[in-house]
């Protein structure tokens, strides 16, 4: 086989570029988020720098996903462990090993999902490790209530004083939306803790288009869980996959490539839009003058 022809095969099957948990053959996407199926999956070990799965998932066999989600996983996870080293994220659900419907969710089908537990911190502000559970956190980020995988009994121990950790959280999200391989589409997320972490991420002086931009992304869904023990992160379709049948629904958003090239309001922020009260007023005025979508459908987590 000559050089360029190798070459050749090698772009096409992803072969060459991908990470090393990437698969012999290109993972894809078929279908939508709550009703698709995944081809070639990579699967996330259970266990990486900054990031573990909670032993009560490992057994649900859902720790698959396209390459391009399992491999931001770990990139995110490791970036927020060397930028506040200490906290682990826990991680959640991806889809099962084929994609398909699951008892636990709705959507989760089709390899661009996953559930992020929240990082936590004790009393003392030091970051803590759930081992066993999610918990529930209130408006004001207090850890108020667990949150068992679906089946299971809430652990016996009374819920410990715990705090929402917008620091870590934060630089997740963070890390999630200025990834140069993946594009975010949703990112399900209680109201208050959304606001929390947009407060978190202006107070640490952010660029302001990636906070109008996170102001859009971290969404309360209305037809499910509001989402105040986890965050789950929701994918788009790759350029690639959307040959092979995978299908957005719900808004389809500029890209953030684009995003920085584009004028205000749609574009960067006026600099003195800064500030977690004015950019939620952004988020909504970007929402509402999104042009209607192509392919509306429900959002399901
Ligand atoms: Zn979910």
């Given at each position: 086989?000559?050089?360029?022809?190798?070459?050749?095969?090698?772009?096409?099957?992803?072969?060459?570029?991908?990470?090393?948990?990437?698969?012999?053959?290109?993972?894809?996407s078929?279908?939508?988020?709550?009703?698709?199926?995944?081809?070639?999956?990579a699967?996330?070990?259970?266990?990486?720098?900054g990031?573990?799965?909670?032993?009560?998932?490992?057994?649900?066999?859902?720790?698959?996903?396209?390459?391009?989600?399992?491999?931001?996983?770990?990139?995110?996870?490791?970036?927020?462990?060397?930028?506040?080293?200490?906290g682990?994220?826990?991680?959640?659900?991806?889809?099962?090993?084929r994609?398909?419907?699951?008892?636990?969710?709705?959507?989760?089908?089709?390899?661009?999902?996953?559930?992020?537990?929240?990082?936590?911190?004790?009393?003392?502000?030091?970051?803590?490790?759930?081992?066993?559970?999610m918990?529930?956190?209130?408006?004001?980020?207090?850890?108020?209530?667990?949150?068992?995988?679906?089946?299971?009994?809430?652990?016996?121990?009374?819920?410990?004083p715990?705090?929402?950790?917008?620091?870590?959280?934060?630089?997740?999200?963070?890390?999630?939306?200025?990834?140069?391989?993946?594009?975010?589409?949703?990112?399900?997320?209680?109201?208050?803790?959304?606001?929390?972490?947009?407060?978190?991420?202006?107070?640490?002086?952010?660029?302001?288009?990636?906070?109008?931009?996170?102001?859009?992304?971290?969404?309360?869904?209305?037809?499910?869980?509001?989402?105040?023990?986890?965050?789950?992160?929701?994918?788009?379709?790759?350029?690639?996959?959307r040959?092979?049948?995978?299908?957005?629904?719900?808004?389809?958003?500029?890209?953030?490539?684009?995003?920085?090239?584009?004028?205000?309001?749609?574009?960067?922020?006026?600099?003195?839009?800064?500030?977690?009260?004015?950019?939620?007023?952004?988020?909504?005025?970007?929402?509402?003058?999104?042009?209607?979508?192509?392919?509306?459908?429900?959002?399901?987590?």
């Amino acid at each position: 086989m000559n050089r360029r022809l190798l070459a050749l095969l090698l772009a096409l099957t992803g072969a060459g570029c991908a990470g090393p948990l990437a698969t012999t053959f290109s993972s894809t996407s078929l279908g939508t988020a709550a009703d698709g199926t995944l081809r070639h999956p990579a699967s996330l070990p259970f266990e990486g720098e900054g990031y573990a799965v909670p032993v009560p998932w490992r057994t649900r066999h859902a720790n698959y996903g396209t390459e391009t989600l399992v491999d931001l996983i770990a990139r995110v996870s490791r970036e927020v462990e060397r930028d506040a080293p200490g906290g682990v994220a826990a991680i959640g659900d991806l889809s099962r090993r084929r994609g398909g419907g699951s008892a636990q969710h709705r959507s989760h089908q089709d390899g661009r999902d996953v559930d992020v537990f929240f990082y936590a911190t004790d009393a003392g502000g030091r970051p803590v490790r759930l081992n066993e559970a999610m918990l529930h956190f209130s408006s004001e980020g207090r850890a108020v209530r667990w949150s068992p995988p679906q089946g299971t009994r809430a652990p016996a121990r009374p819920v410990p004083p715990y705090r929402f950790d917008a620091r870590r959280n934060w630089a997740f999200v963070r890390g999630l939306l200025s990834d140069p391989d993946a594009e975010v589409q949703w990112i399900f997320v209680q109201r208050s803790l959304g606001a929390a972490l947009l407060r978190e991420a202006a107070a640490e002086g952010d660029d302001p288009a990636l906070l109008a931009r996170a102001a859009f992304i971290l969404h309360q869904p209305s037809d499910s869980e509001p989402h105040d023990d986890h965050m789950h992160v929701r994918l788009y379709c790759g350029i690639g996959e959307r040959s092979f049948g995978c299908a957005d629904r719900g808004p389809v958003r500029w890209w953030k490539k684009m995003w920085k090239y584009m004028e205000a309001p749609f574009g960067r922020a006026p600099a003195e839009s800064v500030g977690a009260d004015r950019l939620a007023a952004f988020g909504r005025l970007i929402r509402e003058e999104t042009p209607p979508t192509p392919a509306a459908g429900k959002l399901t987590s």
